[in-house]
């Protein structure tokens, strides 16, 4: 059965330096989702992102983040200069057609700033 | 603005008990989605269950059950005959209907621990 991947599945920086989190979505796939979750709390959108660019962003998401689908598989998530704020559970998720309404979620990249 | 309400914060209940939680979303709109999700220790999201607002059926999956009311805002969700292995975080859901931009708004969700 396909899934969504995320890799690495924890990752540990320094406070300032850049991350890259990396996500393969499910291949015919066509609607791609970044999802946060900091330590005990709600999972929070973050950014859609369809036909080669975004379709919308949440007020967390600000100029220190971007995402880009690179390659036509890989979907990523950059953080430029990390905060200690910005250590949490990052999800990768994927939609089919429109009208669809169902998410796969990946199992999540771990984010620790130090 | 969407918003989902899931007040209970945690829950206890001893193996065998039957479990309820509670769900209140808002919306503006009249086509949406609600969605469970079930969060192991393990940290995944673990999908249960999706139901579109035009479709207010119960839906029974095992010792799982979901009662939609339109009426009241309200998506519940009951557990029956409880089991240690349900004990997770679970999380409800909102889709508001936007094509190309179909993002979930979760509820804080409630923590329900089962005793053995």
């Known amino acids: 059965e396909p899934e969504v991947t995320q890799t690495p599945s924890h990752q540990v920086t320094q406070m300032g330096q850049e991350v890259i989190l990396r996500c393969v979505p499910i291949?015919?796939?066509?609607?791609f989702y970044w999802y946060r979750q900091i330590l005990g709390q709600k999972v929070e959108f973050l950014v859609s992102?369809?036909?080669?660019?975004?379709?919308?962003k949440s007020e967390i998401f600000d100029d220190q983040f971007s995402v880009e689908r690179p390659d036509g598989s890989n979907f990523t998530l950059k953080i430029r200069s990390t905060k200690l704020e910005d250590s949490a559970m990052y999800f990768c998720?994927?939609?089919?057609?429109?009208?669809?309404?169902?998410?796969?979620f990946g199992p999540g990249t771990r984010l620790t700033v130090l | 603005a969407q918003k989902v309400t899931q007040a209970q914060t945690e829950i206890s209940v001893v193996e065998k008990e039957d479990v309820t939680l509670d769900c209140v979303y808002e919306?503006?709109?009249?086509?949406?989605?609600l969605f469970w999700y079930k969060q192991p220790p393990s940290g995944e999201l673990v999908f249960l269950i999706r139901?579109?607002?035009?479709?207010?059926q119960n839906e029974i999956s095992g010792r799982y059950s979901w009662n939609f009311q339109k009426s009241t805002s309200s998506f519940n969700f009951t557990i029956t005959a409880s089991q240690v292995v349900d004990s997770a975080v679970y999380f409800c859901?909102?889709?508001?209907?936007?094509?190309?931009?179909?993002?979930?708004?979760f509820g804080t969700g409630t923590r329900l621990t089962i005793i053995p």
């Open positions: 998720a994927s939609g089919g057609r429109t009208g669809n309404y169902e998410q796969f």
């Open positions: 291949s015919n796939h066509l609607y």
């Open positions: 992102f369809y036909n080669n660019e975004i379709s919308e």
């Open positions: 919306t503006r709109d009249t086509t949406y989605y």
């Open positions: 139901r579109n607002s035009f479709d207010e």
């Open positions: 859901a909102l889709s508001e209907a936007n094509f190309g931009n179909e993002k979930l708004t």
